[in-house]
């Protein structure tokens, strides 16, 4: 069955350390999208891609970069973690009738 | 500045009786709409969506109404069930690009027995 998973699905860091969350997916989407989801916002976009080889940010993309080497893989990556980016993530893609099918997400605590 | 709002953050509703949850949109160019559910834990999960081209869409007990004039549209649970409690999203994007969704805050519902 294809299925998108997401790992670590728990992670605590310290401030300043470089993070990379792994997002993958084997429906062969094209859009794969990175949220955030903090109590009070919802769920806001970091970053999201198209296709291999283009990534564009979202609203809240300070702090995070992502990267898109092949169709199943977005990796996140948090150059220098801080508090601020503790939270839950989420990775999604997008099926052709634009339903997007969601991850499991990844719990980030930076101490 | 938020395009989809939830201006309910929680809702409760009795076993078996009608549970609403509204949302409004600001951006008058978005044409497709959607629900999500989410269960603590799990990641987000589709409910039912709604194109622009219509004002009601119904699946089983989950029935969604746009408002195009008003920029609004609402999710209907009929009957609720206590398994229905949930944190829900309301969502809004446009159908013919690949651009990601904007969604809102959330309403947790919870049914009592």
């Known amino acids: 069955d294809a299925e998108i998973t997401q790992s670590p699905r728990h992670k605590i860091t310290e401030t300043g350390r470089q993070v990379t969350l792994a997002c993958h997916q084997t429906w062969n989407h094209n859009n794969m999208f990175w949220y955030r989801q903090d109590l009070g916002h919802g769920l806001r976009l970091i970053h999201y891609s198209y296709g291999v080889q283009d990534t564009n940010k979202g609203e809240v993309s300070d702090g995070y970069s992502v990267s898109r080497s092949n169709t199943e893989d977005l990796p996140l990556t948090l150059e220098s973690a801080a508090s601020s980016q503790t939270s839950v993530y989420f990775c999604?893609?997008?099926?052709?009738?634009?339903?997007?099918?969601f991850g499991e997400g990844s719990r980030l605590t930076v101490l | 500045d938020q395009q989809v709002k939830q201006n309910s953050p929680s809702l409760s509703v009795q076993e078996g009786r009608i549970s609403i949850l509204n949302c409004d949109y600001t951006?008058?160019?978005?044409?497709?709409f959607l629900w999500y559910k989410k269960y603590p834990a799990e990641g987000p999960t589709f409910l039912i969506s709604i194109s622009s081209i219509k004002d009601k869409n119904e699946d089983g007990r989950f029935t969604v109404f746009l408002n195009k004039s008003a920029k609004h549209l609402s999710l209907h649970i009929v009957p609720s069930q206590p398994g229905d409690s949930a944190v829900y999203f309301c969502a809004a994007g446009l159908s013919n690009s690949g651009y990601a969704l904007n969604f809102g805050k959330g309403t947790s519902l919870l049914v009592t027995p």
């Open positions: 951006n008058s160019m978005f044409d497709y």
């Open positions: 999604a893609s997008r099926r052709d009738t634009g339903e997007l099918f």
